[in-house]
């Protein structure tokens, strides 16, 4: 156990619709990662937040927006969705956005099937 | 940028046969280099990381990798499989920008044959 929680575990929504993933970090990680796994994308970087603020964007849709509140809980929210949306959506949490070798650490993902 | 590339996208041995994962990354500064490892329908978890204090890298469940600058590599390896040890290895390595974000390989899936 990481230490990391998402919810829900698994989601199935229709094509249009609006959903949201909650990612809670490991006590004292300040940065909050979200990631995207898809067979034919792979595993790519999302967004990043850290202690509240967005830091970084990756190869992110401008129908999803994400934020991190002050008790460090994280959301992703994914609008107008769309079947290619299908896919597995990990949260990953390290102490701070910055160090080489600060580990991230990743919850056990959102399922989401868009039909 | 940073990248991986990893050289296998499926990989068989048979229980209690050495294991290699191979990998060679690109990076214009001294890496940062991870292995995660996902099983079915868990999430990842974190096999190694090379910090630049030993080129030989120790993990979890008997699992170690060697940075090889002079060939750009980090291959994984295990003396003996098990068949627990099925699922798929990803070779990462961290973004040096702002976000230090995970940069993931596209992924190995190691079947282990009885």
């Known amino acids: 156990d990481s230490g990391v929680t998402q919810t829900p575990k698994h989601l199935i929504t229709a094509t249009g619709q609006r959903v949201t993933l909650r990612c809670s970090p490991r006590?004292?990680?300040?940065?909050v990662y979200w990631y995207q796994q898809s067979l034919d994308q792979g595993l790519q970087f999302l967004i990043q937040y850290y202690n509240g603020e967005e830091r970084a964007k990756g190869n992110i849709l401008e129908r999803f927006s994400a934020q991190q509140f002050p008790d460090l809980h994280s959301e992703l929210n994914l609008s107008s969705l769309e079947l290619g949306d299908s896919a597995l959506y990990f949260c990953?949490?390290?102490?701070?956005?910055?160090?080489?070798?600060?580990?991230?650490?990743f919850g056990p993902g959102t399922r989401l099937t868009v039909l | 940028a940073q990248s991986v590339t990893q050289l296998d996208s499926h990989v068989s041995v048979s229980e209690g046969t050495p294991v290699l994962l191979r990998c060679n990354y690109s990076?214009?500064?001294?890496?940062?280099l991870f292995w995660y490892v996902q099983h079915p329908n868990k999430g990842l978890q974190l096999l190694l990381k090379y910090t630049s204090a030993a080129t030989l890298v120790k993990g979890i469940n008997g699992f170690e990798a060697e940075f090889k600058k002079s060939e750009t590599s980090f291959h994984l390896t295990k003396p003996s499989a098990h068949m627990s040890d099925a699922a798929e290895y990803f070779c990462?390595?961290?973004?040096?920008?702002?976000?230090?974000?995970?940069?993931f390989g596209s992924g190995t899936r190691l079947l282990v044959r009885p």
């Open positions: 990462v390595v961290r973004s040096m920008d702002s976000s230090y974000k995970l940069i």
């Open positions: 990953a949490s390290s102490v701070e956005g910055t160090g080489a070798y600060n580990e991230q650490f």
């Open positions: 006590s004292g990680d300040l940065s």
């Open positions: 990076s214009s500064y001294s890496p940062s």
